[in-house]
Every structure is written in structure tokens, then in C-alpha cells.
């Protein structure tokens, strides 16, 4: 452990005054190649760019390979690895405890779609203020090789033969259950991978990536959909994205004139800059976002990028009108109602 | 005719949804505003409109608020349950009934008394048509008023509290009321027995539900986060924390120390809660059976990760959805093991309303100490039905918040500290809160096998330490427990051990036994599990001990006799569950069923020993 208060900060530190280093976790003990480890090395360049002080994140996961990785980065942070399907409910109730904190929650496509739907689907429509990570490789890794419910159709396993089913798209369920951030990329593009970390980071709500992370081990055919070769070759990003954080002098390109570029300001002060690729594509639209998810099935591309994002929704816990104090530092003094009112109480009980 | 004075129950059949509960309430009010002791127990249906639904109302001179098993009085104003209400007169009875209901009168061994309900309020100008049938019910709290002698000034003032004082609605009803009453004047000759007379049993008491006063209690304790998922009879639980919160945590900035969610299952519900106690706050959850059957993974995570939360199980009658609207004892063997594994539990079982409320916020207090989860048995006859209690008592104890690091505790410490090191060896461990600024105050929180630092590890001597630590910290719990409350006899030669609702029914039924049989009692119940010292010698105490509880299997009777292998052969179970409240009839005659006559040879060497006490 680095940084103690009195050790002063290092050499390379960040505007929190942490090195790199201290946004690391242990070492990961997944698969070699694994897409889940490229995702949290980008989680740790994301934050350490932000100069997020850790104590201030608490990462969140449920059970499967994608939920172990919540050890592999930010050490300082806490952290709670639940239930298969329930990192939803566990990070509902651990928000409200310090309304200043924001989660960071790692889930899988097994973890999410399949036992988790239900609490995936509500802790959108309840806009809790975290990032939602799933970590799709339409596969379960940690019971070998079984499909997931993002599996498509027609895929061949080894011990499981074809898949039968349709497969659950994460931003179409996202979108549909009302969620205010809504983004989709691919472990193979990790500089649009910590970009949209960022703006996810800064959004005042939940806000969901689905990340395309081939598993290695047991579903990374080239004609899979959630291969390496096939994500390559079928990436479609809609912009190239850029975090500007709050008070950053933003230097554009001089490429980027009028009508390439979309600004969204975030709720923190900071922007994000959408630069249009083939055609203009806006995430404040709704109708469009349901669109590109459609068109992207029926041609088969892997669209990346900022899918939605909403930013005048309240989050959970502001709705809920609490006091600046965050309520795991109350009183009894603050909790505990005045003796007189017990007198009163007994009034009322007849 | 001997007259019945302040003892008998009184059962009105209406149909649920008809909007007779103004109407019962008032009648239940007005006798307690008499003086006199009174229960009020509602026998509803699954249902929201249409189903037959009785409520029974007893007034017990000797202060005895389980159910009566006769009817003494019936009103029926619901066609449908008209016959079955009829027939459950018991013999002497009065039979009060709407008239418009043209059905034969088949008995003769009764009082009855026809009433226009209808025809009285279609003749009140005041009554909007809508109001009509709700108003129409108040006519049968005025026909009975003036035949069975409650104080009209009590009725007008459970009205001024029911409306909170509102005029309108209270002339409405009151006029109702008069018309009753005037009509029974005229009309009606007394030919029953029962009459109610002022007495001065109620004074200082109050009246509540169990599960308001364990809202209440919660929020004494200092609850601030809830989490729940409406189920019957748990809703009225958290619905009376939405209730009372505002109140009882009013600040002059408007914001909250609280917050109610109302979760999307009981899965979401109790993560939730989970969630939270995990954060530092104090979290609960309310629910009943069929959810409690839905958390138990989400319990089993919280015991071995060792998280507060407090979960209040209002018991209805299972297996499966069972019977929703009926009151039962059935899920104490399914809490003591919640969740695959090995496991411990820590149970509490109020019996009346002062301990819905004192568990309310001593729960909060044992959890955050325990760090484990608290689970609370009430039930349905507890919580949802009207009980006279002793006033709510402010908490005696500050708040206890267990062990917790903050930031300076941590920095003392230079960081060194373990979630799961027990450094106090009493089994608790320190925990910190999310939030916590100190760079070393973090740790990761998992389902999987942790050692003291809560590092991930498959470790088998690493795996053991931990589960026995968890086993001696349940050891510790034992002296955080409420301890048995104990009514005793001169002279008792058998011992009754219940818990939760059944006391009063019990002790109706022990002065039964001792009265007409002459078998005294002694009577403990219990109010936590694990058990404490004091069940372990009330126990041993006796030849023979009757555990009686509301269920089909004697589900406490069969946990006693694995805390107390070498007790077996004494302990007998007298268990009954049909989902209606306890009663002292079957107490009694399960216990009669297998009393056995003591040998004389108990009180020779009774004489023996104080003999050589004399002897010194």
C-alpha cells in the first residue's frame, strides 16, 4: 500500500495526488486474454485520469468470471461481491448510505440477463448513480462453456450444439427500461472503452455499458458474435468519443467543424464530444437510439458508442430528499426521535 | 336470566370491502373508552370486495384478549353469510340482523333482533346517496349501543378520533348512531342476558397493532432505511413507517434521515436492506412466509459476510401461499436454519404490543452488534388485529452501534485491521463503513471463503477458523438476547412454555386449569432463540412441560428438545393451526389430553428437603 496520508505524493501523481498504482487491485485470476482484464485495466486508466479518490467508488459485482473482476482494480475502494443476479439490490441499498459515493458495478451476461433481468430492468427505471458494467461474452465461463441468454441464435458450442434461442440485447432492455445512459463497446477498442468509462463516470444516474469481451477459453470462434474477429470486423463505431472533464480547455481538431461534432454537457461541468462519423448520429434521441440498435441487428454490425444518454433525470438517492450529512454518519441525536414524542405517539394509539 | 356483564365477544359478518371497519373500530373504541378490557380480531378473506369477512370483538372483565371460541353475540348484515352466522350463535345468544335480508330464523334457543340498517338511512337527508351503505353500518353500532348499554359519549368519541375531528363525516355517522338507537327504543324488547357497564380496567392503556408498534419502535430505533414488497399481513408494516416517519423525524430543512423503498420483489427487497446495513445504516425489511421463502439466499450471504439487517416476519398460515389472511407459528423451523450451509440464527418473538415496539429498536441494536442478521416473529393475529397494551415505552438504552472503525479509530490503528480479525475474542469482528475516508479503511465484502483481512482465499484451516468464530460469536450473542418472561404459581405441578401471540390465550388457560382442575401452572415464554441460560433451568425444573404453539408439528416443542436432548421425555407438545388465533380451549385441552397426575413421591421429597433445610 502505497499513500498513506503521511506519506506525501508520489512522483506521477494525479490532480488526487495518487499514482497509478493506487487504482490497481490484485492480480487478476482469469484467463489469459480474457476481455474482462483489458476492461478493468481501463477502468484504472479511467480513473486515474479523473483523479477519482477511490474511497469515493464502491465497486459492485454478482457471481461469474465478469464478477470477480471488481478484485483486479482499485484496492481502495470497497467493494461487495453479491448474489448471482443481484448486484442491482446490494448497491440500491449501499448507495443510500453515503449519498456522496458513486458505484462502479461489473456484472456479466449470464449474471444480468438471464437470473438478474428482473433487477437489472428495475434498478434502471430507478436511475441509481452507478456505472453498470456488463461484461458480455454470450457464454458461462466459471460452469464451462455453457450459452448465455446473449448468445445468438445459431451459435455452435462445443458440448452444447446449437443455440435455439434469440438472444437479449443489453441496450435494447436498457433503453426500453428507461436507463439515462446507454453505450455499447468493445474490449477490442479500448480507447473508446476508458472514453466512455469517463462519461459514464460523470453521469449523474445509471449508466450502462455493454462491452463486447470475448472469452477466450470457450466462445471466441471467428464467427461468433462476441469474438475478437468478429467484433473486429464488424465494429460499426457511431463517433469517435472524448471525455472533457470540467474546466479542461477543450482543443478541437480543425477537422471538426460545425455539424461533425455533438457536445453533451454532463451533470459535473464536463462534456462529452461526440465527433460524427458516417452519419450524424444523436444520443439525446430516443427514437434514433432504438433505431441504430435495430438496424445494427438486421445488418449485423457491432455498433459501438454512446447509444442514449438523458441528463435531467434525478438519481435514486436524490429523489429521496436526504440530508447533506450522509446518513452512515448520523446520531442518535439525528435518528433517535425526543422522549417527549413518545407521549404523543401513545396519544394517537387507542 | 342471570345477566352477562363484560364478557362475552360480540361478531359482526359483514362483506369485505362493505366499509364496516369505521363501524367495528368504533364499537371496539368505545368499549375501551368504557373502562372496559376489549380485544378486536378481524377473520378477513383473501379478497378485495364481495368475500364474507367477521369481524369479533371481546370485552373480558378479567383482561383476557385471545379469542373466545363462542360467539355470544352475532350481527349479520352480509345475505351471504347470513345462515352460518345464524347457526354460530351459541345457545342463549343474541342474533342481531339487517332486515333486509329475507331468510328463515331456524332458531328458537336465541334472542333475535331484526334491523332496518337500510330503511333508517334511506330517511336521512344528510346521507349522500354514495354514503349510504358505509353510514348504514354505523345504524347497527347504535341498535346494539342501546340494547347491550355502550356509553354514547364513548361512541361520539372514537368518531372525533377516528375523523380526527372532521365535522362532516362525524355528524354523518353520529346521526346514524342516534337513529340506531332511537329506532331500538322504540322497537326492540331486551331478551338477552349481556350488558356492558362502565368499568376502570382501561385507564393509562392504550390500544395499537403490532405492526404499527413495530414500525414505531423501528423508528425509535433509529431505522433509516427500509425496504420492502407488499404482502399480507407484513404491508401494514412498512406502510406505517411511510406513515410515521415524517413525523417522528421531522427537521426544520425538510430533507430526511430515512428512506422507504418499495422494492420490485422480496428478492430486490431484502438485497436492498442488505445493502444498507452493509453502508452503516440501520436497515430493515418487513414480510411474511412466501417472502421470507424468497430471501433465504440473500440471509445466508448476510450471515457469513456478517451484515445487519432486520427482517420482521409477520407469520400467515403456509405451507406454500397457504392461507394469506390467517394467522399462524409456522416458520420458527424454517428461520433457525435460513439458507444452505451451516448457519446460526438470531430470532426474536414479541408477545404483545410493548414488545412489538421495544423489539422495534432493540433488534437494530443487536444486529449492528451481532453484525448478522435479526429476524423477528410475529404474526398475523399480532400485527394486523387491535390489542390493549401498557404504553410504549422510550428506549432505556442509548443507541449500541457495535464495533466500527472511523477514520481516527483507523489511523490509531495505522491501518491495521481486519474485517474478519476477531482481536476482542469474543467472535465480532471491526467493521467500517463505505465512505470512510482513510485509505485503509476499505475491504472487499463476498459470499466466497474470506480469511480476517476478507481476502479471497480456499484455504480449508482458513475456511474452519472463520466458521468457528462465527459459531463463538453466537455464543457472545446469547447475553445481547431479551430473556424469558415468567409467570409462576405457589405450587405448580407442570410448566407451559409458548411464545409470541398465544400469551394471553395461555394465560386464560391456565387459570381455566388451575380454576376448574386444579392444576397450577407455571408459564415461561420465551422471547429470543438461541436460548438463554434462564430456558435451560425453567426446563429442568419440572416433571412434565407443555410447549404449546400455533402449528401443526410443535415446531418449538421439536427445537427445545434438540437444545435439551436429556429433557425429551418431559417436554409435550401441544401445537394446533388452523389459522385462527389461539384460543384458551385447545390450550387447555391439548394440555389436559396429556397431563399426568404427579406421583406422590415429589412432594415426599419435598418434605425431605426442607426437612434437612430444617434440620440445619
Known amino acids: 500500500m502505497s499513500a498513506l496520508p503521511m506519506a506525501g505524493a508520489p512522483a506521477n501523481a494525479n490532480l488526487a495526488g495518487l499514482s497509478k498504482n493506487d487504482y490497481r487491485g490484485s492480480p487478476t485470476t482469469l484467463c489469459q486474454g480474457c476481455g474482462h482484464n483489458s476492461i478493468s485495466n481501463q477502468i484504472i486508466s479511467a480513473m486515474y485520469e479523473m483523479n477519482v479518490v477511490p474511497e469515493k467508488v464502491i465497486k459492485f459485482s454478482g457471481i461469474g468470471c465478469s464478477s470477480k473482476s471488481p478484485t483486479y482494480f482499485m484496492s481502495r475502494s470497497f467493494g461487495f461481491n453479491s448474489l448471482h443476479g443481484r448486484m442491482p439490490s446490494i448497491a440500491t441499498g449501499a448507495l443510500f448510505g453515503d449519498h456522496n459515493l458513486k458505484g462502479i458495478g461489473v456484472s456479466g451476461d449470464g449474471d444480468s440477463a438471464s437470473i438478474g433481468m428482473g433487477q437489472f430492468k428495475h434498478v434502471m427505471r430507478r436511475n441509481l448513480n452507478m456505472i453498470y458494467i456488463i461484461e458480455n461474452n454470450g457464454v458461462y465461463g466459471l460452469t464451462k462453456g455453457q450459452f448465455s441468454a446473449t ?18 440485447d443489453i441496450c435494447m432492455e436498457a433503453l426500453i427500461s428507461s436507463a439515462t445512459f446507454i453505450a455499447r463497446s468493445f474490449a477490442g477498442n479500448p480507447k473508446q472503452v476508458k472514453e466512455l468509462l469517463k462519461a459514464a463516470f460523470a453521469h449523474n444516474g445509471i449508466a450502462v455499458i455493454d462491452i463486447i469481451s470475448p472469452c477466450v477459453t470457450f466462445n471466441n470462434q471467428d464467427n461468433a458474435y462476441h469474438s475478437y474477429a468478429w467484433g473486429k470486423d464488424h465494429e460499426e463505431p457511431l463517433h469517435d468519443i472524448t471525455y472533457i472533464a470540467p474546466r479542461s480547455e477543450i482543443i478541437l481538431e480543425e477537422e471538426m467543424n460545425a455539424g461533425e461534432i455533438r457536445e453533451v454537457a454532463m451533470h459535473d461541468g464536463s462534456l462529452i464530444v461526440l465527433k460524427n462519423l458516417e452519419k450524424d448520429y444523436n444520443p439525446t434521441d430516443r427514437f434514433q437510439a432504438l433505431r441504430v440498435l435495430e438496424e ?25 430528499n436526504l440530508v447533506d450529512t450522509p446518513l452512515n454518519r448520523l446520531t442518535d441525536a439525528d435518528l433517535r426521535p425526543i422522549p417527549e414524542m413518545i407521549a404523543k405517539i401513545n396519544e394517537l394509539m387507542f | 336470566m342471570n345477566k352477562v356483564v363484560n364478557d362475552f365477544s360480540i361478531i359482526v359478518g359483514t362483506k369485505n370491502g362493505s366499509g364496516s371497519s369505521t363501524a367495528n373500530n368504533t364499537i371496539l373504541r368505545a368499549i375501551f373508552k368504557m373502562g372496559i378490557p376489549v380485544s378486536g380480531k378481524n377473520l378477513f378473506p383473501s ?61 328458537t334457543d336465541i334472542a333475535v333482533y331484526p334491523m332496518p340498517v337500510k330503511e333508517l338511512v334511506k330517511n336521512d337527508p344528510n346521507v349522500p346517496n354514495d354514503y349510504r351503505d358505509l353510514v348504514g353500518n354505523m345504524v347497527y353500532v347504535g341498535v346494539l349501543a342501546q340494547m347491550i348499554g355502550i356509553d354514547v359519549e364513548k361512541i361520539q368519541a372514537a368518531l372525533d378520533f377516528h375523523f380526527k375531528g372532521k365535522q362532516k363525516p362525524i355528524t354523518m355517522n353520529m346521526g346514524a348512531v342516534n337513529a340506531g338507537i332511537e329506532w331500538a327504543k322504540t322497537n326492540l324488547e331486551k331478551k338477552d342476558p349481556f350488558y356492558l357497564e362502565p368499568m376502570n380496567k382501561t385507564e393509562g392503556m392504550i390500544m395499537a397493532d403490532g405492526n404499527t408498534a413495530a414500525a ?18 407484513a404491508t401494514s408494516l412498512a406502510e406505517a413507517m411511510n406513515d410515521y416517519f415524517p413525523m417522528l423525524r421531522k427537521r426544520e430543512d425538510g430533507k430526511h434521515t430515512y428512506a422507504v423503498v418499495q422494492a420490485e420483489d422480496e428478492l430486490a427487497a431484502i438485497g436492498m436492506a442488505i445493502g444498507a446495513g452493509w453502508s452503516g445504516i440501520r436497515s430493515m425489511t418487513s414480510t411474511s412466509g412466501p417472502g421470507l421463502s424468497l430471501m433465504t439466499e440473500f440471509i445466508g450471504l448476510a450471515y457469513y459476510a456478517e451484515i445487519p439487517v432486520v427482517i420482521w416476519d409477520i407469520q400467515r398460515i403456509g405451507p406454500s401461499t397457504g392461507l394469506p389472511t390467517r394467522t399462524s407459528q409456522a416458520d420458527l423451523s424454517f428461520v433457525i436454519s435460513m439458507g444452505h450451509g451451516d448457519n446460526d440464527s438470531i430470532i426474536l418473538m414479541p408477545g404483545n404490543m410493548n414488545e412489538c415496539f421495544d423489539f422495534g429498536w432493540q433488534s437494530f441494536d443487536i444486529a449492528e452488534r451481532v453484525q448478522t442478521p435479526v429476524i423477528i416473529l410475529s404474526d398475523l393475529d399480532m400485527g394486523m388485529n387491535q390489542w390493549m397494551s401498557k404504553p410504549f415505552e422510550y428506549p432505556k438504552n442509548p443507541m449500541d452501534r457495535g464495533k466500527v ?26 467493521r467500517t463503513f463505505p465512505g470512510n475516508k482513510h485509505p485503509m479503511s476499505s475491504y472487499f465484502t463476498r459470499g466466497t471463503g474470506h480469511d480476517e483481512y476478507a481476502r479471497y482465499t480456499e484455504d480449508a484451516g482458513t475456511f474452519h477458523r472463520n466458521m468457528m468464530r462465527l459459531k463463538k460469536k453466537f455464543g457472545t450473542a446469547k447475553e445481547y438476547m431479551p430473556k424469558p418472561v415468567v409467570f409462576s404459581e405457589k405450587d405448580a405441578k407442570a410448566a407451559i412454555i409458548a411464545y409470541g401471540s398465544t400469551e394471553s390465550a395461555v394465560i386464560e388457560a391456565r387459570d381455566l386449569l388451575a380454576n376448574e382442575q386444579g392444576i397450577k401452572t407455571d408459564f415461561m415464554r420465551v422471547r429470543a432463540v438461541p436460548f438463554t441460560q434462564e430456558v435451560d433451568e425453567f426446563v429442568r425444573k419440572y416433571d412434565q412441560v407443555f410447549v404449546v404453539e400455533m402449528n401443526r408439528d410443535g415446531q418449538l416443542h421439536k427445537l427445545l428438545s434438540l437444545a435439551y436432548p436429556d429433557q425429551v421425555m418431559k417436554l409435550k407438545s401441544v401445537a394446533f393451526g388452523d389459522g385462527m388465533p389461539a384460543s384458551a380451549k385447545w390450550i387447555r385441552e391439548g394440555i389436559l389430553a396429556q397431563y399426568a397426575e404427579p406421583a406422590k413421591k415429589s412432594t415426599v421429597k419435598k418434605a425431605a428437603k426442607s426437612g434437612t433445610k430444617g434440620a440445619k
Open chain 1, 151 to 168: 448468445a445468438e441464435r445459431g451459435l455452435t458450442l462445443k458440448k452444447q450444439g446449437i443455440n435455439p434461442y434469440m438472444p437479449v
Open chain 1, 296 to 320: 445494427a441487428h438486421q445488418n449485423n454490425w457491432l455498433a459501438t458508442g454512446l447509444i442514449y444518454v438523458s441528463t435531467e433525470k434525478q438519481s435514486l438517492v436524490e429523489t429521496h
Open chain 2, 47 to 107: 379478497n378485495i370486495q364481495g368475500l364474507p369477512t367477521w369481524y369479533t370483538i371481546r370485552a373480558s372483565k378479567d383482561g383476557y384478549l385471545g379469542r373466545r371460541e363462542t360467539n355470544e353475540i352475532v350481527i349479520a348484515i352480509n345475505p351471504d353469510s347470513f345462515t352460518k352466522d345464524l347457526e354460530s350463535v351459541a345457545p342463549g345468544g343474541a342474533f342481531f340482523y339487517a332486515d333486509n335480508i329475507k331468510l328463515p330464523i331456524t332458531r
Open chain 2, 216 to 233: 414505531i419502535g423501528s423508528i425509535f430505533g433509529g431505522a433509516q432505511f427500509v425496504a420492502w414488497y407488499p404482502i399480507t399481513p
Open chain 2, 405 to 430: 472503525l472511523r477514520e481516527k479509530d483507523l489511523e490509531e490503528l495505522k491501518g491495521n485491521w481486519g474485517r474478519y480479525l476477531d482481536k476482542d475474542g469474543d467472535g465480532i469482528a471491526y
